[in-house]
T-cell receptor, first 111, second 112 residues
Framework: NAGVTQTPKFQVLKTGQSMTLQCAQD?????MYWYRQDPGMGLRLIYYSASEGTTDKGEVPNGYNVSRLNKREFSLRLESAAPSQTSVYFC??????????FGQGTRLTVV | KQEVTQIPAALSVPEGENLVLNCSFTDSAIYNLQWFRQDPGKGLTSLLLIQSSQREQTSGRLNASLDKSSGRSTLYIAASQPGDSATYLC???????????FGKGTMLLVSP
């Protein structure tokens, strides 16, 4: 099925550990996004990539890095995880004049 | 900075009622507006996309309207069903940007 695939679905990290969240879309969309969702805060944009080869900071980029590996893949890296990064992370992609498609999310807990 | 507000934050209705969810945005220079549905523990599913030049979009029992000049959109759900229970989110793409700004959502509970 066409869509956005995120891995892993769940992850527990210790403070200071690093990890990469993977995202891939098979709809040939140019734009891809990483959001975090926290209770009471809604969805907040971390980073986005408007096209292959470009990335830009969103509202809450501190503590994160991203890589647009190719048109299909957009990864999010936590270099040194902190408890404040405990959240649900969503990847999304958007084509030209189309609706946004979201992955199923990664539930990350940092202890 | 674009800000999106959704009212009410939560809504509980009996099955069969028609209901309206509201979304407002501060900057009327938008490219499009989308309504999403999110079930607990799941990702977001796009329900309706309204381009800035459009007034409304319909899909089944759902109808979304857009008044760009006043910075408002409404999602109308006809003959609500328990399966409609979910959180509904509104998001706008501002002109000149390629990012979505979300409201905090309306949590809907439809009881049998």
């Amino acid at each position: 099925n066409a869509g956005v695939t995120q891995t892993p679905k769940f992850q527990v990290l210790k403070t200071g550990q690093s990890m990469t969240l993977q995202c891939a879309q098979d709809m040939n969309h140019n734009s891809m996004y990483w959001y975090r969702q926290d209770p009471g805060m809604g969805l907040r944009l971390i980073y986005y990539s408007a096209s292959e080869g470009t990335t830009d900071k969103g509202e809450v980029p501190n503590g994160y890095n991203v890589s647009r590996l190719n048109k299909r893949e957009f990864s999010l890296r936590l270099e040194s995880a902190a408890p404040s990064q405990t959240s649900v992370y969503f990847c999304a992609s958007i084509g030209w004049d189309t609706e946004a498609f979201f992955g199923q999310g990664t539930r990350l807990t940092v202890v | 900075k674009q800000e999106v507000t959704q009212i009410p934050a939560a809504l509980s209705v009996p099955e069969g009622e028609n209901l309206v969810l509201n979304c407002s945005f501060t900057d009327s220079a938008i490219y499009n507006l989308q309504w999403f549905r999110q079930d607990p523990g799941k990702g977001l599913t796009s329900l309706l996309l309204i381009q800035s030049s459009q007034r409304e979009q319909t899909s089944g029992r759902l109808n979304a309207s857009l008044d760009k000049s006043s910075g408002r959109s409404t999602l109308y759900i006809a003959a609500s069903q328990p399966g409609d229970s979910a959180t509904y989110l509104c998001a706008v793409t501002s002109s000149g940007y390629s990012t979505l700004t979300f409201g905090k959502g309306t949590m809907l509970l439809v009881s049998p």
